[in-house]
């Protein structure tokens, strides 16, 4: 994903080629975070619509997209988004003009929109911050999509989790359903620039979700909360790094 208000989502494969979507077309445009299982990618609104998008190589191996789903719709959802794409109509296009156009369009978009936050205040504390964030990953098969609303005092710099929901894609109903109870097992460890699921064991707590921006960690199965300790961090640019599995 990027902060390109033309080009939000962009396939690259190494050597071999690039695919963009039509400049600011939908969904592409709506998509605030993704995650990639199987072939296909999965991205969620700040709507909470789920879309698919199934992901296939042309003869010269360039990755396209060829198919798009709409799983979840929210009330004012687009009802003609899911269809095919034709590849015809992709942007692997390699002409000159096109090419500069596209160089041109990834400049002049950049840092035009900020994935996943939406700013709001409070009634009861009008100097106070409040922002929503959304986040998409997969766990044990599942697509799960955290909300999490944050707060902090302008006067100040800490800032800290007011809200915390923890949903489940039900394809088949095509809903979210909330988890409340258990991770089955798991724990989430949750960053703007990547989300993973992994499984409890050693000093990882199991039903757990861990935050790297303010360091809090929840327990959903306990309903507790551990607060952070101090510490000097970019908490905008941060992200979780895994060891290979």
């Not at 296939?56 to 060829?66: D, H, K, L, Y």
């Not at 009330?75 to 003609?80: L, S």
């Not at 500069?100 to 009634?123: F, K």
């Not at 100040?156 to 989790?161: I, L």
Request: hydrophobic share 35%.
């Amino acid at each position: 994903m990027t902060n390109n208000w033309n080009y939000p989502i962009i396939l690259i494969r190494p050597g071999k080629g690039v695919w963009l979507p039509r400049p600011q077309t939908t969904p592409f445009v709506d998509i605030i975070d993704i995650v990639l299982v199987g072939n296909r990618l999965y991205g969620i609104s700040m709507a909470e619509d789920l879309f698919s998008f199934n992901i296939s190589f042309s003869a010269n191996g360039i990755p396209m997209v060829t198919n798009i789903k709409h799983h979840i719709r929210s009330g004012d959802a687009d009802p003609n988004v899911e269809s095919d794409v034709d590849e015809a109509q992709d942007h692997n296009e390699h002409k000159k003009g096109r090419h500069q156009r596209n160089l041109y369009d990834l400049r002049t978009g950049d840092n035009m929109i900020i994935h996943g936050i939406l700013c709001d205040e409070l009634p009861y504390a009008p100097n106070d911050n409040l922002a929503t964030f959304w986040y998409l990953l997969e766990s044990c098969g599942k697509l799960i999509m955290v909300k999490r609303q944050l707060q902090w005092p302008k006067c100040c710099y800490s800032k800290f989790t007011r809200k915390l929901e923890v949903f489940e894609a039900d394809l088949s109903e095509r809903a979210w359903l909330p988890v409340s109870a258990r991770l089955g097992d798991q724990a989430l460890f949750i960053s703007k620039r990547f989300s993973k699921s992994v499984s409890a064991s050693g000093g990882i707590e199991e039903d757990a979700i861990y935050f790297i921006d303010t360091g809090e960690v929840f327990n959903i199965k306990s309903q507790t909360q551990c607060l952070p300790v101090e510490r000097n961090i970019d908490s905008c640019w941060s992200t979780w790094i895994f060891p290979p599995s």
